[in-house]
C-alpha cells in the first residue's frame, strides 16, 4: 500500500515565484496536515484539514500561504509571492481518525530552497 | 497556546550507552506519540501513550507517560548506530482535534 506521496521532492525557485507543493493522503485517511521544518523552528503545523474540510489554518505564516482539498485523495499548498524565508522541508501528515488513535503517517517531503 | 518542550537538544553517546530524552506539556496531554526522524527522512511513528503512568516497551526502546500527563520519556537501552537519528514527542490536547504538537526533538548521534 502506497503511503503519503508529496510532489515534487524538491523545489528550487527565486523570490517571488509562485510555489505549489502536491499531497496525495494514503487512502481512506480522513485527516490530513501539513507541517514546515525548519533548524530554527523545528516542526510548525501549518494547516490540517478533517473530511477536506480545513478546521485549523492559525498555522499558516501570512496571505502568502494558501491550502486546499478538493477532493479526499489531493492536496495543495500554495506560497505566492515566495521569499527567502519560506526556504524550508514541508511535510504532509494523514491520519485516519479512529478513537484515541491518531498516529500521523508523513510522506517524503519537499525540500524548498528560494534563492 | 500548547507548548511542547524536550531536552536535550543534542545528545552523543558511545555505541552500547544508554540515551534518554524528556518531553514537557504546558497543559495535560490527552495522549502523546513518539516519532523517530532519521537524517534526510521524514518523522515516523514509534508509538502512542495515553493512560497516565502508562509504561510500554519497544525492544531497547521504553517510553513512559506521566501520571499527570504533561510529560513522557523515552529511554533507550545500549544503544545501536541504527538508532541514530532525531527524536520527537508529540502531545495532543484532548479537544478531539487530532492536531500534535512537536517539540523540537532531540538529535541522537553514537559513536561506534
Known amino acids: 500500500d502506497a503511503g503519503v506521496i508529496q510532489s515534487p521532492r524538491h523545489e528550487v525557485t527565486e523570490m517571488g515565484q509562485e510555489v505549489t507543493l502536491r499531497c496525495k493522503p494514503i487512502s481512506g485517511h480522513n485527516s490530513l496536515f501539513w507541517y514546515r521544518q525548519t533548524m530554527m523552528r523545528g516542526l510548525e503545523l501549518l494547516i490540517y484539514?478533517?473530511?477536506?474540510?480545513?478546521?485549523?489554518d492559525s498555522g499558516m505564516p501570512e496571505d502568502r500561504f494558501s491550502a486546499k482539498m478538493p477532493n479526499a485523495s489531493f492536496s495543495t499548498l500554495k506560497i505566492q509571492p515566495s521569499e527567502p524565508r519560506d526556504s524550508a522541508v514541508y511535510f504532509c501528515?494523514?491520519?485516519?481518525?479512529?478513537?484515541?488513535?491518531?498516529?500521523?503517517?508523513f510522506g517524503p517531503g519537499t525540500r524548498l530552497t528560494v534563492l | 497556546g500548547q507548548q511542547v518542550m524536550q531536552i536535550p537538544q543534542y545528545q552523543h553517546v558511545q555505541e552500547g550507552e544508554d540515551f534518554t530524552t524528556y518531553c514537557n506539556s504546558s497543559?495535560?496531554?490527552?495522549?502523546i506519540q513518539w516519532y523517530k526522524q532519521r537524517p534526510g527522512g521524514h518523522p515516523v511513528f514509534l508509538i502512542q501513550?495515553?493512560?497516565?503512568?502508562e509504561v510500554k516497551k519497544q525492544k531497547r526502546l521504553t517510553f513512559q507517560f506521566g501520571e499527570a500527563k504533561k510529560n513522557s520519556s523515552l529511554h533507550i537501552t545500549a544503544t545501536q548506530t541504527t538508532d541514530v537519528g532525531t527524536y520527537f514527542c508529540?502531545?495532543?490536547?484532548?479537544?478531539?482535534?487530532?492536531?500534535?504538537?512537536f517539540g523540537k526533538g532531540t538529535k541522537l548521534s553514537v559513536i561506534p
Open positions: 484539514f478533517n473530511n477536506n474540510v480545513p478546521i485549523d
Open positions: 501528515a494523514s491520519t485516519y481518525r479512529q478513537g484515541a488513535r491518531n498516529e500521523q503517517f
Open positions: 501513550l495515553v493512560k497516565s503512568g
Open positions: 497543559t495535560t496531554l490527552s495522549n
Open positions: 508529540a502531545g495532543a490536547d484532548g479537544t478531539g482535534s487530532y492536531q500534535l504538537t
